[in-house]
């Protein structure tokens, strides 16, 4: 079993920045972990993915050149930079893991509790 701890969530203004983290503890090997995020009304949405075999990442049409996934392979961390936020990006943001090598991006099997993002105008 595997536990993810998410935190640095919050309230940031129209054009700030904000740092979540998370950190994931227990036995099983972890090949990739991801950000997903859920808007009230709207479906998930996969925002950024590392694979651990390469550093590989995979970034939504919606964060690219503003959002930064990255992490510490050795301790199952990863992190994610969120630049020149926008109203839009308003939402929860899970921490997931995949417990398999060749993972589809979006599918993941363990998941944190969420953290909430909120930005204003």
């Known amino acids: 079993q595997v536990q993810l701890v998410e935190s640095g969530g919050g309230l940031v203004q129209a054009g700030g920045s904000l740092r979540l983290s998370c950190a994931a503890s227990?036995?099983?090997?972890?090949?990739?972990m991801g950000w997903v995020r859920q808007a009230p009304g709207e479906e998930r949405e996969l925002v950024a993915d590392i694979r651990w075999a390469n550093n590989s990442t995979y970034y939504a049409d919606a964060v690219k050149g503003r959002f930064t996934i990255s992490g510490d392979n050795a301790k199952n961390t990863v992190y994610l930079q969120m630049n020149s936020l926008k109203p839009e990006d308003t939402a929860v943001y899970y921490c997931?893991?995949?417990?398999?090598?060749?993972?589809?991006?979006?599918?993941?099997?363990?998941w944190g509790q969420g953290t909430q993002v909120t930005v204003s105008s």
């Open positions: 227990g036995r099983t090997f972890i090949y990739g």
């Open positions: 997931a893991a995949a417990s398999e090598p060749y993972y589809r991006r979006d599918v993941y099997d363990y």
